[in-house]
């Protein structure tokens, strides 16, 4: 099934990203344009796939999840954050099995999350049978233009997940950002000012469990975005050798040149190597712990940086055309490296934790 999944995406990234990508890369990307990308998604089956079979999807499974954002990055790195997005808002219902907010989301549905970022930023509070939200999320990925998004926040006593209907009363969902990269998943600023959710929308359970559910989510999402830097690090290394076999200088192609040679296998070795950290900490996820996660995602998201880097050097001056394409993946992968966190706080966070620690290293 897994290689059914692989080229079924290639095949919509071929077909349906490709021919694209230039409007996607828009400051202001067409709304229709980006409904056709999301209806493509949903078509091909991947939008749910995290889900149980009964909610239309195939079952939790870590590795695949990532393999398809990397895929999708490799052509547009953009329509691969979008559908993080939506993964992310999965992400806690699916490692706490509490599913019954999620039925009321259709196939059709474009849902996003702040899955990990909002708990610090909003205010929530217990009336009655329902809860109070309030507070402003400052960077929500996936709006305006979704149905629902996810938030996470803590009571006094419990800890809950709430899907919220984006239309629903006190929410203000501001003007989309203008962002140099990542441009085919919009974002924006969201004010809540006492927005009501009821119980069954949310996932409310103690706070030591929320807090289990809450890292295990952050360290997922967050290793899913070295999943996404590696395809974009691998889509930039395809661009440029596609121009070095087409570029001649010195009375030959600039593929046969031995510099030009070194710098593609520097790159192919450091693409290579964090999407297999990334895969390797994936696959390994559910025996525990969280340490490679965020390891994978500090690897990638800094290796793909320098390889797109590298890769914008092999077009030389061409390479800040837009035209050639190769200056949208060094855009994309500055995004993917300071989004959330930056490396250095990763691998500070990791060894602070366990420096103490016996057979961590």
């Known amino acids: 099934m897994k290689f059914e999944i692989e080229e079924t995406v290639r095949r919509f990234a071929a077909k349906d990203l490709l021919p694209v990508i230039q409007q996607l890369d828009e400051y202001k990307p067409d709304i229709k344009l980006k409904e056709k990308v999301v209806s493509g998604i949903k078509n091909i089956g991947i939008i749910n796939m995290p889900l149980p079979e009964s909610l239309g999807g195939i079952e939790f499974d870590p590795a695949i999840l990532g393999r398809v954002l990397e895929i999708i990055a490799e052509t547009c790195a953009g329509t691969s954050f979008l559908l993080w997005a939506h993964y992310a808002a999965l992400l806690p219902f699916i ?12 196939d059709g549905q474009n849902l996003t999350g702040t899955g990990y970022v909002s708990e610090h930023s909003l205010k929530i509070t217990k009336r009655g ?37 984006s239309n629903a009363p006190g929410i203000n969902v501001k003007e989309e950002h203008s962002k140099i990269g990542l441009r085919g998943c919009q974002s924006s600023s969201v004010v809540l000012n006492g927005v009501a959710v009821k119980s069954q929308d949310a996932a409310v359970m103690p706070i030591a469990e929320y807090e289990k559910v809450f890292n295990l989510s952050k360290g997922y999402a967050l290793c899913l975005v070295g999943a996404i830097a590696a395809g974009n690090a ?13 570029r001649y200088q010195g009375c030959d192609i600039i593929i046969n040149h031995t510099l030009i ?12 190597a964090a999407g297999a950290l990334v ?48 200056e949208k993946h060094l855009r994309d992968s500055k995004m993917l490296c300071t989004i959330g966190e930056s490396n250095m706080r990763i691998l500070q966070r990791i060894v602070r934790e366990n420096k103490d620690k016996e057979g961590w290293i």
């Open 95 to 106: 490692l706490s099995k509490k599913y019954d907010p999620l039925k009321k989301i259709g």
């Open 279 to 326: 895969g390797d900490a994936l696959q390994n996820f559910q025996e525990g712990g969280t340490n490679n996660l965020y390891l994978a995602k500090a690897n990638a998201t800094r290796e793909g940086e320098k390889v797109c880097l590298d890769s914008m050097q092999v077009f030389g001056g061409y390479g800040y055309m837009r035209e050639y394409g190769v």
């Open 261 to 272: 040679q070194g710098m593609v296998g520097d790159m192919l070795a450091r693409a290579k």
């Open 129 to 165: 049978d329902a809860f109070e939200v309030s507070g402003t999320i400052n960077f929500l990925w996936g709006m305006p233009g979704a149905s629902f998004f996810v938030i996470a926040a803590k009571t006094s006593e419990n800890g809950i997940f709430a899907l919220i209907p």
């Open 234 to 246: 691998r889509g930039s290394i395809i661009r440029a050798v596609k121009y070095a076999r087409e």
